[in-house]
């Protein structure tokens, strides 16, 4: 009898662990992604902190502002463009500053489809000014074979980062290497340079010029 009295408490022991366990599988959210009940889920579900934002645990306020750089550090692999948006910083720019990255069709390639994405509407696709949106404008850019023939690429470069005219800065949805690749683009669109006289063709027009004015000055 005695026997029988313990079988029997370990069915009940039995029937109330799987209620209990049952009970606590089904405690969670009708989602059948849902994990139920979760134990210290803050071991692997770790409250996250938004940048520039304010969050609050166990009463206290962080404020993510300390995540911010130092000041005056820069971050590794940027490189910062140390020319002002003024007229001064736009004549050094087509001073000093030279394309870093080598020109090849796979760059070419790229630098066309930045083009197509970011230029084309205004620019039109010979660069002619042509572009879709071109007549919305109160003018029409000029023509990189034309007015724009002997930009240096310093210069275009300036005008892609900060915007001149009518056209918005692009710094802000283009890296350094993507602005450089469009200046490869633009330059095939100038198409050749026009030589610049040399000092030989200098001297030669000024004689030139002295004779036509003695010979007006004789009538």
Not at 38 to 61: H, I, K, L, Q
Not at 182 to 206: F, I, M, N
């Amino acid at each position: 009898m005695k026997l029988k009295y313990k079988s029997i408490k370990s069915i009940y022991i039995g029937v109330a662990l799987a209620t209990l366990v049952i009970g606590f599988a089904s405690c969670g959210k009708k989602d059948a992604n849902s994990p139920g009940v979760e134990f210290a889920p803050d071991m692997y579900r770790s409250p996250s902190v938004e940048v520039y934002g304010t969050s609050v645990f166990n009463g206290d306020t962080i404020y993510s502002q300390q995540f911010l750089p130092v000041k005056g550090t820069i971050a590794r692999g940027y490189m910062p463009y140390v020319y002002p948006n003024t007229s001064e910083g736009y004549e050094q720019a087509g001073l000093y500053l030279k394309n870093p990255i080598a020109l090849n069709e796979k760059v070419m390639l790229e630098a066309e489809a930045l083009y197509g994405k970011y230029c084309l509407h205004c620019h039109g696709v010979s660069g002619a000014g042509d572009g879709k949106v071109s007549d919305k404008l109160p003018g029409a850019p000029p023509a990189y074979n034309g007015a724009l023939k002997n930009l240096s690429e310093g210069k275009i470069f300036h005008s892609i980062t900060y915007g001149k005219g009518l056209m918005g800065n692009h710094a802000n949805i283009l890296s350094q290497d993507e602005r450089w690749k469009l200046v490869h683009y633009v330059q095939r669109l100038q198409g050749p340079k026009e030589a610049a006289p040399t000092d030989s063709a200098k001297v030669a027009t000024t004689i030139t010029d002295v004779k036509k004015e003695e010979t007006k000055s004789t009538h």
